[in-house]
């Protein structure tokens, strides 16, 4: 398996289309990230896995962020290659060709 390189400073690593999984446990599927029409913030555009499959979008800011659980910081989605191996989405970077 192929690791990510480490984003370089003052980057921010891409958020590929695919499966994630929440720290919560649930998986939810990214389609894309779009921008706000007035502020051109990105916002991350997935759909949940489970249940009616709601799509939501979340700032992608956010989306790969950390949070505290239980006293440590874990990351909110983790992406999930083919395999079912998780990959931090806060370190998470591809290249483009």
């Not at 999984?21 to 913030?41: C, D, F, N, Q």
């Not at 009616?52 to 910081?73: D, N, Q």
Request: net charge positive; proline share 8%; aromatic share 10%.
């Amino acid at each position: 398996m192929n690791t990510p390189p480490p984003p370089q400073e003052g980057s921010l690593p891409m958020i590929q289309p695919g499966r994630y999984r929440h720290y919560k446990g649930k998986e939810y599927l990214v389609i894309g990230v779009a921008k706000h029409s007035e502020t051109e913030e990105d916002f991350v555009v997935y759909r949940a896995l489970y249940g009616e499959c709601g799509l939501w979008v979340r700032p992608a800011k956010m989306f790969r962020e950390k949070v505290g659980i239980g006293g440590k910081l874990v990351p909110r989605f983790k992406w999930i290659d083919d395999a079912g191996t998780e990959q931090d989405a806060t370190t998470r970077k591809t290249t483009e060709d």
